[in-house]
Antibody
Framework: EGQLLESGGALVQPGGSLRLSCAAS????????LSWVRQAPGKGLEWVAS????????YYADPVKGRFSISRDNSRNTLHLLLNSLRAEDTAVYYC??????????????WGRGTQVTVSA | SYELTQVSSVSVSPGQTAKITCSGD??????VYWYQQKPGQAPKLIMY???ERPSGTPQRFAGSSSGTTATLTITGVQAEDEADYYC?????????????FGGGTKLTVL
């Protein structure tokens, strides 16, 4: 199923920007759809964005559309999430996750340990 | 996209049976998946396709689904089962897959 390791989380001021990274190993990276999922303090899981294996298709949850950008570097087996115009409500642990999508079956079969993003003045 | 609704908390004594439900209008058409999350850890898949257990999920965990409600049943709850449980499904009504999570259920083992 593979291994994922996030990095880049930090304390940032409202309106600021941050770039998260996720290093992957143990699976065919360029053939895998990948996603970011976040979890605000004491709250549930929220899907944020997904990207196709080639990187040509990206899509986002409504709360982050226009502010966040998901990308990948298949030569380095690395996934990124650029967070712009950050708001207090973006404070969360951000997980990268590997999608399993086969024959009508959709779930996340690998998760990283997460990286903390805190938006505060 | 649609929503999945979970009760916020369930409490049981060790050895008892815990039932955690997940409701959503699209569940008759989509499978449900269940994740277990312990404090400070990433979610872990414990049930897929409504009723299937991945390797490593103890047999005391069982999944079922009927109509708009899916249920995760833990028979003979153990202290180590204390965790948050999330149901998940997928909205495939558009060209993209939109991932949908329930709000989570905190299982407390008394």
């Amino acid at each position: 199923e593979g291994q994922l390791l996030e990095s880049g989380g930090a304390l940032v001021q409202p309106g600021g920007s941050l770039r998260l990274s996720c290093a992957a190993s143990g699976f065919s990276f360029s053939n895998s759809v990948l996603s970011w999922v976040r979890q605000a303090p004491g709250k549930g899981l929220e899907w944020v964005a997904s990207i196709s294996g080639s990187g040509s298709v990206t899509y986002y949850a409504d709360p982050v559309k226009g502010r966040f950008s998901i990308s990948r570097d298949n030569s380095r087996n690395t996934l990124h999430l650029l967070l712009n115009s950050l708001r207090a409500e973006d404070t969360a642990v951000y997980y990268c996750a590997k999608d399993y999508r086969v024959a009508g079956i959709y779930y996340f079969d690998s998760w990283g340990r997460g990286t903390q993003v805190t938006v505060s003045a | 996209s649609y929503e999945l609704t979970q009760v916020s908390s369930v409490s049981v004594s060790p050895g008892q049976t815990a039932k955690i439900t997940c409701s959503g209008d699209a569940l008759p058409k989509q499978y449900v998946y269940w994740y277990q999350q312990k404090p400070g850890q990433a979610p872990k898949l414990i049930m897929y396709k409504d009723t299937e257990r991945p390797s490593g999920t103890p047999q005391r965990f069982a999944g079922s689904s009927s109509g708009t409600t899916a249920t995760l049943t833990i028979t003979g709850v153990q202290a180590e089962d204390e965790a948050d449980y999330y149901c998940q499904s997928a909205d495939t009504s558009d060209i993209y897959v939109i991932w949908v999570f329930g709000g989570g259920t905190k299982l407390t083992v008394l």
